[in-house]
C-alpha cells in the first residue's frame, strides 16, 4: 500500500499508509493527521484540506482542476504547489508523497 | 462548573456532531473520561454521500466511516453502540441507558439528531414506503433502485430531489409529489427552484406540485400513490422527503428548554450549563444574523457545535463560519453560504442557461446568502463577505469582467 507523509505546520510528520483509489484527505483523516479539517468529507465544498505539495512531487500529483482552483483562490497562504488533499487520488505512483500542511484551514 | 472539575463528558448521539466533539476533544488535550453513545449499529459516518454517491453505489459504508471504528478505542473513547439513552437525572448528573445501567457525568452533550416525518396516510406502514436518513434506510432502498422501478418520491426538499436526481441515473421511473407549488419551497428563492425543476425534468423527472397524497394503496407491498384529486400513481417504492423533527425527547423529559430544537447560547449550551446541545436537535443564536435563533440541518452546523464544545470545555474560543451548505444532483454541484430568509433582492451572476451562475440575496441592501451552482468562487466569495460583515452592492457583484476573489478583497 502506497505510503503518504504529512508534515504538520510545526513540523511533526506522519506517515500513512493510503489506500489506492482513496484521496490523500480520506487518508489523513482516517488516521487523525492534525491540520487536515475536511469538514465536507471531500465534497468538495469547504476548502479545508489544504495542503502543499512537495515540489519533488507535484508532477505526479498533476495540477488542480478549475473547480479546486476557484476554491483555492479563497484559501490562506496559497502557494504555487497547494492543492486541495480531498482532490488527489491515491495511486501506487505516489507511493513516498510528501505533503506539508498550513498554519490553518481557515 | 470550570473547566478542571470536568473529568467525565458524556456525549449522546454519534452522528458527525457527536463524533466529532469526541475526535475535538482529544485532539485539544482533554484527558478525561469519554463516552460517546450511539443508536446504530456500526462507528460514526458522514450523511450526505447517502442520497448521493452511496446510493448510486459508487462509496461503500467503509468510506463514510469518519474514523476507523479502531480508532475510538486507541484514542480512549468509550463508544457504545447501539445503546439508547433513556433517562437524564440532572440533579445527580446521571445518564441511564437501555437496561438499567446509570453512567455519571460532570458534562453531558446532546447530539441526538432529528427523525424523518413519517405520512400520516393510510398504507403509510406498508412494505416499500421508506424514510431516508440512515445508512440503514438507503441500504433497505438500494435494491429496489432496479432499471424501470417505479419510484414515488414525496416532497422536493434536498433530500427528495437527490434521491430523484439518484434514481434517473440509474434508470428508474421517477415522480415527484410536492405539496407546494415549486420544489425546494422552504429553502431556496422560486427562480433558483424554477432551474432545478427544469433541470429534474430534462432528465425525466414526473413532477406532480401542488399534489396531496391521499392515501399509500397496497395490500402487503406499496402499489401506488392515491392523490386528493383523484388521481392515482402507480408505485414499487415510496420515499417520503418530508422533513425532520428534531430529536427532544430526552431534553424534554429533563425539563431543558426546548423551542423548535433544545434552546442554547452561543457556546451551546442548555438552560442546563452541564449540558450542551449540538447539530440537528439544537437551536442557537446566528452571530451573522443579529443573534437570531435558528435550528441547523447541516453538515456544518454539527462540525461547528463539535468545535465550539471542544473550545468550550478546554477554555479556548472558537470562531464561527457563515453558515453553508450543499447538493450535487447529477452534474450540478449547489453551493450555498448564509441564511436566505427574509431577502428583499436576488442578483445574479451568471445565467442559468449556461448551468453555472450564482443567486446572491440581498437584504435592507446587504448581503446576506448565496446560491450558487457550479459556481465555487462565488460560493466562497460571498460566504468570506457574510462572514466579515461585508457586502458588495448588487450591481457590482454581478459585474462578470471583474473575477470574483478581486470584488471580494474591494469589498468593506
Redo the contacts between chains.
Sequence with gaps: MPKITYIENNGKEHVVDAPVG?SVM?AA??H?V?GI?A???G?????TCHVYVDPAWTAKTGEAGS?EQ??L??ANDVEANSRLSCQIKITDALDGLVVRLPKSQ? | MTTSEINRIIIIGAGQAGAETA?RLR?GGFKGDITLIGEEPCAPY?R??LSKKYLLGELPLE??????AS?YAE?HIVFQSPVKAVWIDRANKRVRIEGGRELPYDALVLATGARPRKLSLVGADLEGVHTFRTAADADAIRPRFVPGAKLIVIGAGYIGLEVAAVGRQLGLDVTVVETAVRPLARVTSPEVAGFFLDEHTRQGVRFVLGGQPAVIKGTDRVTGVALIDGGELPADLVIAGIGVNPDTALAEQCGLKVENGILTDAECRTSDPNIFAIGDVASRPMLHYGNRIARLES??NA?EGAKIVAATILGQKQ?V?AP?F?S?QYDL?L?IAGLFQGYDHVAFRGVMADRSFAAFYYKDGKLIAVDAV????EY??AK?LIQTGRSLPPEVITDESRP??EL?ASAR
Design positions: 482513496q480520506e483523516v482516517k487523525a492534525p479539517d469538514d465536507c468529507g465534497a468538495c465544498a469547504c476548502a473547480m476557484s476554491m483562490d479563497f481557515h | 475526535q485532539q458522514q450526505p454521500p468510506r463514510l466511516l469518519l474514523r476507523p480508532h484514542e453538515v456544518h462540525v470562531a463560519e453553508w450543499w450535487d454541484k453551493q457550479n459556481r465555487p468562487a466562497l466569495g468570506m470574483m476573489k471580494v
